[in-house]
């Protein structure tokens, strides 16, 4: 029960209340991420089954609006869960003693063939959007799977945070695949020969706060590059389908 200050203005909180005020936050953000993750896979689903003809399969019949409507509403999802992640390592934080691992501002994160300003961005063509996006999510594969590793070494590693590195890891594999059909669907078969990137991340750590750091800084960096792929792919739904006002993105 709260009670009253002697002056009658502010009402003084119990610990009890404040432990059970946070109890309910936990829960509502917990029914509310799992709405988000169960409803995921009928988004991208049918963008991703569309087979390949080089493997025998039939010619994709989704139309084009469709598949980029999947692939922007997959990579909005991939960056609001990136975000609610990064939320949950900074409480993480707290049980190491609340650990300074904060990334300086001006930080690079993207790889530096995609580091590009809004200007810039809008001058690159369709095919270099979906070279960007595909450089991106192949550069951010192998830390994602690595930092699931981390995660599952901790013993203060929450669940919640668990299922959202699980998650983003295995839907980041789902989204390529979309975007490998939407490069057949608008640039043709051979339209785009990517080659595989020479730049590299360390992966060695000599301790936990170490260990805890390169998490940091993957969950950090990530999730700006994730708010990166959903505007290309938004940019590249403007350009293909609405064809007016692109420049806003």
């Known amino acids: 029960m709260a009670v009253k200050s002697f002056s009658g203005t502010k009402p003084i909180i119990t610990s009890a209340e404040t432990r059970r005020a946070q109890a309910l936050r936990g829960t509502?953000?917990?029914?509310?991420?799992?709405?988000?993750l169960c409803s995921v896979q009928a988004v991208i689903a049918s963008a991703v089954d569309c087979p390949d003809p080089d493997n025998g399969g039939t010619s994709c019949t989704i139309s084009l609006e469709k598949l980029l409507d999947r692939a922007v509403q997959h990579a909005e999802l991939i960056y609001r869960v990136s975000e609610e992640s990064k939320l949950l390592f900074d409480e993480m934080l707290d049980s190491f003693?609340?650990?300074?691992?904060?990334v300086p501002s001006g930080t690079m994160c993207a790889p530096k063939t995609v580091s590009m300003s809004k200007t810039e961005i809008q001058q690159i063509s369709d095919k270099w959007i979906l070279h960007s996006v595909l450089i991106l999510i192949q550069f951010w594969t192998d830390p994602l799977a690595d930092l699931q590793v981390s995660l599952e070494n901790y013993e203060n590693t929450s669940s919640a945070l668990l299922n959202r590195s699980k998650w983003m890891s295995t839907k980041l594999t789902s989204l390529e695949q979309g975007v490998l059909v939407l490069v057949r669907q608008i640039l043709g078969k051979g339209g785009l020969l990517l080659e595989v990137?020479?730049?590299?991340?360390?992966?060695?750590?000599?301790?936990?706060?170490?260990?805890?750091?390169?998490?940091?800084?993957?969950?950090?960096?990530?999730?700006?590059?994730?708010?990166?792929?959903?505007?290309?792919?938004?940019?590249?739904?403007?350009?293909?389908?609405?064809?007016?006002n692109c420049s806003f993105f």
Do not use: M, P, W
């Open 197 to 244: 990137s020479e730049e590299t991340s360390d992966h060695i750590v000599s301790s936990d706060i170490e260990s805890l750091r390169r998490g940091y800084s993957v969950l950090y960096c990530f999730r700006k590059d994730a708010h990166k792929i959903e505007t290309f792919l938004k940019l590249l739904k403007c350009r293909q389908i609405d064809k007016e």
């Open 97 to 102: 003693g609340g650990a300074n691992l904060h």
């Open 28 to 36: 509502v953000l917990q029914v509310c991420v799992a709405f988000v």
